[in-house]
């Protein structure tokens, strides 16, 4: 089954406390996306990527890292959360002019 | 002002009813119109994509791009309660970034 996989699905962190959300694709996807989701502002691009070793800032990258070491896998590091980053973030993936698949989501809380 | 601006509703019908949901844009740049699905605790899934003017019809669903207007709706016939959803328009320019930019949604309520 073609998916979008994304860990863990809840969080509740500290600031200041490193954490990586994992994401993983099964679908050979060149293209890889993070969103975040808050309420009231839609969904917003954090980082996307074009293809292995190409990452680049999207319109919210402030306290976010990702890197794309493999084709698959496209983590998201945020090196010291703080409350401002409590949101819903899902990843996505799709063929360079395809439609977008997204993960089912991460809900994270930072207290 | 938003590139993409859509009503949050939330909107809520009667079963069976036609529903019309509805996004406005500022850039006339924009050449690839799409709706999105997402159910409670899900993410977004594909529901329509545009391409540039006219109409689209899948099934119970038409989606519709006024691109002299800036403006695309997607009607809903005969709405059950499983299209109860937050609908997500979703527009980008062509070439290679395709960079999507999202409507903030429209909550709908199908009651039974």
């Known amino acids: ?111 | 002002q938003k590139e993409v601006e859509q009503d949050p509703g939330p909107l809520s019908v009667p079963e069976g009813a036609i529903v019309s949901l509805n996004c406005t844009y500022s850039n006339s740049a924009f050449q690839y119109f799409m709706w999105y699905r997402q159910y409670s605790r899900k993410g977004p899934e594909l529901l329509m994509y545009t391409y540039s003017s006219g109409n689209k019809e899948d099934g119970r669903f038409t989606a519709q791009v006024d691109k002299s207007s800036k403006y695309i709706s997607l009607f809903i016939r005969d709405s059950q309660p499983s299209d109860s959803a937050t609908y997500l328009c979703a527009m980008r320019y062509g070439g290679a970034t395709n960079k999507l930019i999202f409507g903030t949604g429209t909550l709908l309520a199908v009651q039974p």
């Open chain 1, 1 to 111: 089954e073609a998916q979008v996989t994304q860990n863990p699905r809840y969080l509740i962190t500290v600031t200041g406390k490193k954490l990586t959300v994992t994401c993983s694709q099964n679908m050979n996807h060149e293209y890889m996306s993070w969103y975040r989701q808050d309420p009231g502002l839609g969904l917003r691009q954090i980082y996307y990527s074009m293809n292995v070793e190409v990452t680049d800032k999207g319109d919210v990258p402030e306290g976010y890292k990702v890197s794309r070491k493999e084709k698959r896998n496209f983590p998201l590091i945020l090196e010291s959360p703080s409350p401002n980053q409590t949101s819903l973030y899902f990843c996505a993936s799709r063929e360079n002019t395809g439609e977008l698949f997204f993960g089912e989501g991460s809900r994270l809380t930072v207290l």
